[in-house]
């Protein structure tokens, strides 16, 4: 089984379960850190329409009536079928927030792997590349997004990253 997760290297853990970056658009974690530094695990009910998943664990919830997308992609460098899952769960993302559904988007900590499809879902609502992760790392934390390999992926197009990850050095 392939690791999807980094530890996380002196980030501290994130401070709630979830944040709102726009109206309707959350990001989360499956854990986060309470006020005495204790981790506690993030169990989603019923509070959203729609849940995306770029980790998953059992017991983690959604309620089974709540629309859950699950794609377990690693934090760390995507191949170009990762990439272009991001792109299709970003388009889901849009989709649910043009119809005024609320949408969650988590990972472990809430920090990359969601920061990375909620920038993208920013994007493709129209906002420039740069103002989509300042607002990811203003309205989550500044720890939000700070995998290089993904500011790369969204700076240069998820399009354009799939074709360049997916060429053939070789060929």
Same mark, same amino acid.
Request: glycine share 10%; net charge negative.
């Given at each position: 089984?392939?690791?999807?997760?980094?530890?996380?290297?002196?980030?501290? !853990?994130?401070?709630?379960?979830?944040? #709102? *970056?726009?109206? !309707?658009?959350?990001?989360? =974690?499956?854990?986060?850190?309470? $006020?005495?530094? #204790?981790?506690?695990?993030?169990?989603?009910?019923?509070?959203?329409?729609?849940?995306?998943?770029?980790?998953?664990?059992? @017991?983690? !919830? /959604?309620?089974?009536? *709540? #629309?859950?997308?699950?794609? #377990?992609?690693?934090? =760390? /460098?995507?191949?170009?079928?990762?990439?272009?899952?991001?792109?299709?769960?970003?388009?889901? @993302?849009?989709?649910?927030?043009? +119809? !005024?559904?609320?949408? &969650?988007?988590?990972?472990?900590? @809430?920090?990359? +792997?969601? @920061? &990375?499809?909620?920038?993208?879902?920013?994007?493709? +609502? =129209?906002?420039?590349?740069?103002?989509?992760?300042?607002?990811?790392? +203003?309205?989550?934390? $500044?720890?939000?997004?700070?995998?290089?390999?993904?500011?790369?992926? &969204?700076?240069? =197009?998820?399009?354009?990253?799939?074709?360049?990850?997916?060429?053939?050095?070789?060929?």
């Amino acid at each position: 089984m392939r690791r999807t997760r980094q530890k996380d290297r002196d980030r501290p !853990g994130p401070q709630s379960p979830w944040d #709102e *970056v726009v109206p !309707g658009l959350w990001m989360g =974690g499956h854990y986060w850190t309470d $006020p005495a530094g #204790e981790l506690r695990p993030v169990v989603v009910g019923s509070e959203f329409d729609l849940v995306i998943s770029l980790y998953a664990r059992s @017991g983690h !919830g /959604p309620d089974p009536h *709540v #629309e859950h997308l699950v794609a #377990e992609i690693p934090d =760390g /460098p995507l191949t170009a079928a990762e990439l272009q899952e991001v792109q299709g769960l970003a388009r889901s @993302g849009v989709a649910a927030l043009d +119809r !005024g559904l609320t949408t &969650l988007v988590r990972c472990h900590s @809430g920090y990359n +792997r969601s @920061g &990375l499809v909620v920038a993208q879902v920013l994007v493709e +609502r =129209g906002l420039p590349v740069d103002e989509a992760v300042a607002l990811v790392r +203003r309205r989550r934390s $500044p720890w939000a997004l700070s995998n290089d390999a993904f500011t790369s992926y &969204l700076s240069a =197009g998820l399009d354009v990253a799939a074709l360049l990850v997916g060429l053939d050095p070789l060929g």
